[in-house]
């Protein structure tokens, strides 16, 4: 990768010119009911600038003040997770012909060029698994491979980790090394640019770059490792499959399930969750019918429905469910673990459960990288 070079501030909205001009729709953070969330970036004055946010179990709160920085902050209840797996996707459209055949005819619309800037690592890293299980094997997913095609990612390394980060202990962030087409390092006049791809190199192209100097270099990297060490959360080991499953009958499971309302906001914000339930809505008349897919939850009541049988019928089983296959069985499948350490799952959970909390009580000593 060549080395970064440097953009003055005052250019940031050259970026956006340079985007919107080559075809992209710029979505970008901002601040909406307060929160930061990603949506349409009409001008860089979208971007929250002055903005920290202050997370902590089943606590999100923004804080403005005089500080220039857009993208001093962790992150917020989104990822890339809506932008490629949509909440709700219609699938096929099946109608009778005069003949009275069925036919099928399957849906997948044309996808819109996508530039998402500010992207942290932990996206990444979560953006990688859905890569994995979207898209290898025999039979991608037509919806998010024509979407992940259409998309240009603008990632910034992250230098103000919430307190509920742990994206150093699972080995996915501050710093964003992979699949990105650009990556920022924001400094108080501006930002370093690196670039991570041939469409990234087309852009920054376009751009007017300056000789980064070791100064700035030298204080961006600390910036990152800075991050790094501000981390006080962390999970005791990257792969927990034997350490959980030795202890599925912990009383622990029971006490957590008494506080946890079973109303899946955890798998909603988690950037590597990707449960969803199809169904048929069938028109009046019997002539057609559409099949759509929507985002659903291991924590519904709906999941684990076999044969008139519900696998996971109280808190406590889905709960376990949840823990035990995000942080051990996804070992088996996809050769990691399942979490990113964003955070967002503790933050956003109602009761304040807390995923490395819950862990560090259930495994134990069994719990060593
Ligand atoms: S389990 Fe929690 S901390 Fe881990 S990736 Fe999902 S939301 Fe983030
Ligand atoms: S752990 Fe928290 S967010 Fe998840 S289902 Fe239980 S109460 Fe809801």
Redo the contacts with the bound molecule.
Sequence with gaps: MPDPRYLPRTALSTLLTVLMQAGYRCIGPQIRDGAIVYDTLHTVQDLPHGVHDHQAPGSYRIETSEHARSFAWANGPQALKPVLFAPQDTLWHVERTVQGALRFVEMVSAAEALAVIGVRACDLAALRLHDQHFLAGAHPDAAYRARRAALLLVAVHCTHPADTCFCASTGDGPRATHSFDLALSELDDGFLVEVGSDAGQRIAACLPLEHASGDRQRAADAEIEQATCLQARRLPSRNLHAALFANLDHPRWQETAE?????????SVCPTCFCYREQDEAALDGQSSVHTRAWDSC?TLGHSYIHGLTVHAG?RER?RQ?LTHKLGSWHEQYGRSGCVGCGR?IS????G?DITQEVAVICGDMAHD
């Design positions: 506080r946890c309302l079973s109303c899946g906001n955890c798998t924590f808190t709960y949840w799952c956003w959970c109602p009761v459960i």
